[in-house]
């Protein structure tokens, strides 16, 4: 029993040492993984303001031509334009109701994004291209996603951390029982954290942006 416990301890030895360094090693790469994705959620996020404040811009635009159009088809029932011009306002009338119909697609299109849109529907171009345009809400989707993935990460972190504050007490310590159920717990710890790790890394590389 005791050269079996002997032969078990130096094994130990060599196990928490090991243990303390590939998890060690985990912990930094999923740290670099969370900087990295914590930088692209605030790009995204960005970007969804962005997006919402091309939204509103458009919005904008759309609400004072809608005045203009009301007073000028007023103007047109009231019979108070000079009747040689009546053609030049009416033609005015309808590039208006024209524009305001291109403003509401405009607007559908970076609500929702192209993609979310029928080739035909779309109007918004984004460098000189159609079917660019990332919608506000599936920049939201997005960001949710991220989000998710950053909590993945932090418990990763948080575990990977604990493995290793108990894998330094278990190399401290003399009595076998102890020794081994420390091991056991690093080893726990550690690959409970590896998994989520794993899990957040997938959730973040599945985001399309």
Not at 52 to 78: C, D, N, P, R, V
Not at 91 to 110: A, P, Q
Request: some cysteine; aromatic content about 10%.
């Amino acid at each position: 029993m005791g050269k079996t416990w002997v032969r078990l301890k130096a094994k130990m030895e060599i196990a928490f040492p090991l243990a303390i360094a590939v998890f060690a090693a985990l912990l930094s790469i999923n740290d670099l993984f969370a900087g990295r994705f914590g930088s692209d959620e605030l790009q995204l996020s960005n970007s969804r303001n962005n997006a919402y404040q091309w939204y509103q811009a458009k919005g904008i635009k759309e609400t004072m031509l809608e005045g203009q159009l009301e007073l000028l088809q007023s103007l047109l029932l009231s019979g108070t334009i000079d009747t040689q011009k009546v053609a030049a306002v009416e033609k005015l009338v309808k590039e208006s109701e024209e524009r305001i119909d291109r403003y509401k697609r405009e607007k559908k299109e970076i609500l929702l994004g192209s993609k979310s849109l029928k080739k035909d529907e779309w109007s918004q171009e984004v460098d000189g291209e159609l079917g660019k345009v990332v919608g506000a809400k599936e920049l939201d989707h997005f960001l949710v996603d991220l989000g998710k993935a950053g909590d993945l990460f932090d418990i990763a972190s948080m575990l990977l951390q604990v493995c290793l504050v108990i894998g330094a007490i278990g190399i401290i310590l003399s009595r076998e029982t102890m020794k081994w159920n420390f091991l056991k717990l690093t080893m726990s710890a550690g690959f409970t954290g590896t998994l989520f790790f794993a899990r957040a890394l997938w959730l973040a590389n599945q985001i399309p942006y």
